[in-house]
Structures are given as C-alpha cells and as structure tokens.
C-alpha cells in the first residue's frame, strides 16, 4: 500500500506543479508515474526535471543516454525503470526492439555507443571499481 498518494492526474497535483507537469507531457507524450509523485513537492519536482535538464546537455546524445538507462534498469532489476526507459527508447529515440534487448544484456548495435553502453555496465555490475584500462576504453 502506498503511503505517499500519488496525483491521478495534472490537476491533482499542487498547483506549483501543474506546469511543469504540463512540460513534462508536452516533451514525453505522457507524465510519468515517478513525476506526477515527486510533483507533491513542487520544489522536488523543479530540482528533479533541473537535474535532468542539465544532464541532457552532456556530450552523450539522447538515444545513448536510453540505451545506458535500460543498461542500467536490468542491471538493478528495476522492473519500473525498465518500463519507464523501453517506452522513452522506443518513442523519443528511436531505438528498435534489437537495440534495446541489446541494451538489456548492455551492449549495443550501434559501434560509437558500445563502448559507452559496456562501460556503464561494466561501473554498475562492479559498483564503481572499474580498471584504468576500462576508462581508457571508452
């Protein structure tokens, strides 16, 4: 049972947040379970989609940073994250079905993101103690 209630939709979340809920729908297609609940802080909601902002200004492109994502999601048996980064891969980045099973087992199709798909696995399954050689890898 879950003890934080979760708004069912953009008007029942606090008022600060409906924007950015607004936001979110209008980039995704959809709100996200994981934002219509942070959005009972307005102000968690604001850091959360501030972090993710800045990230997505990084030097990896979006359909890397999925296929790291869903890399990830299977590592951690995250079976939400797996869900939330198959429809965002299939959707936003267009990556088929073959890439992201690829992903799940953390390689890639795609020769210039394996490297990075293989290194992040490679810093999840050995909880961040990665060899010189595997940073020199990627």
Do not use: W
Not at 72 to 96: P, R, V
Not at 119 to 135: I, M, P, T
Request: glycine share 6%.
């Amino acid at each position: 049972m879950s003890r934080i209630s979760t708004p069912a939709t953009i008007h029942a979340a606090p008022a600060a947040s409906q924007s950015m809920l607004e936001a979110v729908k209008k980039q995704l297609g959809v709100v996200p379970n994981l934002f219509r609940l942070v959005s009972n802080s307005p102000a968690a909601l604001e850091g959360y989609l501030g972090l993710s902002g800045a990230l997505s200004k990084g030097a990896l492109p979006a359909p890397t940073r999925e296929r790291i994502a869903l890399t990830i999601a299977e590592i951690n048996g995250c079976n939400y994250c797996l869900s939330a980064h198959t429809y965002m891969g299939k959707n936003l980045a267009k990556l088929d079905d073959a890439e992201m099973t690829a992903n799940r087992s953390g390689a890639s199709n795609d020769t210039m993101a394996n490297a990075a798909v293989r290194f992040a696995a490679k810093v999840a399954r050995e909880r961040g103690h990665v060899r010189e050689e595997d940073v020199r890898a990627v």
